[in-house]
């Protein structure tokens, strides 16, 4: 089974409002990875944190990383009808190489 | 090609008939995974390739799946017996090398089990 947790499962946000999903792990981490998947598509590469406490930036997406390498998260700010989707993160344990996903946060915007 | 590729797209199948998935990965690509996805959930993990040998099988649900990659590049994965639970969506996913990180999906194949 999947050993990463997001919350929430979904997500309805006004157009222009921020949100923050959320991804915990009972295990420490070597290193996370998001991605995003449109509606009918697939998961398409976000970002990769490595470091413990790291925090990266694309634009209006903020993602860190937990300072014991076992939870994430991911905030966008001013939600546009681009970011509906649902977001992933998917985290290596240490000693693997086996990306494990968590369920997901689907993602709705309000014009 | 420039992306992964999957084939098919779209299968439909009677329980109990065998079935391949095949993926062609990026070239280059020497890590190559398999995932199933089910309606609502994230990514499941079935199998690991690292070149040609199977690094991680530790997600096929059972000995009904098997898949091989030969020559270390295009893979297959294979359904004996098929059952109405195997209904998803199969992604496949290289990446350059196992520490690289980042995957690259393909279009899936959405197998239909009657």
């Known amino acids: 089974g999947q050993q990463v947790m997001q919350i929430p499962q979904y997500q309805h946000v006004q157009e222009g409002e921020d949100f923050t999903t959320y991804c915990n792990s009972s295990t420490t981490l070597s290193n996370i990875q998001w991605y995003k998947q449109r509606p009918g598509g697939h998961p398409v590469f976000l970002i990769q944190l490595v470091k413990s406490g790291e925090v990266k930036k694309q634009k209006r997406l903020t993602f860190q990383f937990g300072e014991a390498k076992k939870n994430s998260s991911l905030h966008i700010t001013a939600t546009q009808t681009t970011d509906v989707g649902t977001y992933f993160c998917a985290g290596v344990r240490s000693n693997d190489y086996k990306l494990s996903f968590g369920a997901g946060t689907t993602v709705t915007v309000r014009a | 090609g420039a992306g992964v590729s999957q084939t098919p797209s779209n299968k439909v199948t009677e329980k109990g008939k065998y079935v391949e998935l095949r993926c062609d990965p990026i070239?280059?690509?020497?890590?190559l995974y398999w995932y199933r996805q089910s309606l609502g959930q994230g990514p499941e993990f079935l199998i690991y390739?690292?070149?040609?040998?199977?690094?991680?099988d530790s997600g096929l649900p059972n000995d009904r799946f098997f898949a091989v990659r030969p020559e270390g590049s295009v893979s297959t994965l294979k359904i004996q017996r098929t059952e109405r639970g195997d209904s998803a969506v199969y992604l496949c996913?290289?990446?350059?090398?196992?520490?690289?990180?980042?995957?690259?999906f393909g279009e899936g194949s959405r197998l239909t089990v009657l």
């Open positions: 070239s280059g690509h020497t890590a």
């Open positions: 996913a290289s990446s350059f090398d196992k520490l690289a990180g980042e995957l690259f």
């Open positions: 390739f690292q070149g040609t040998g199977a690094a991680d």
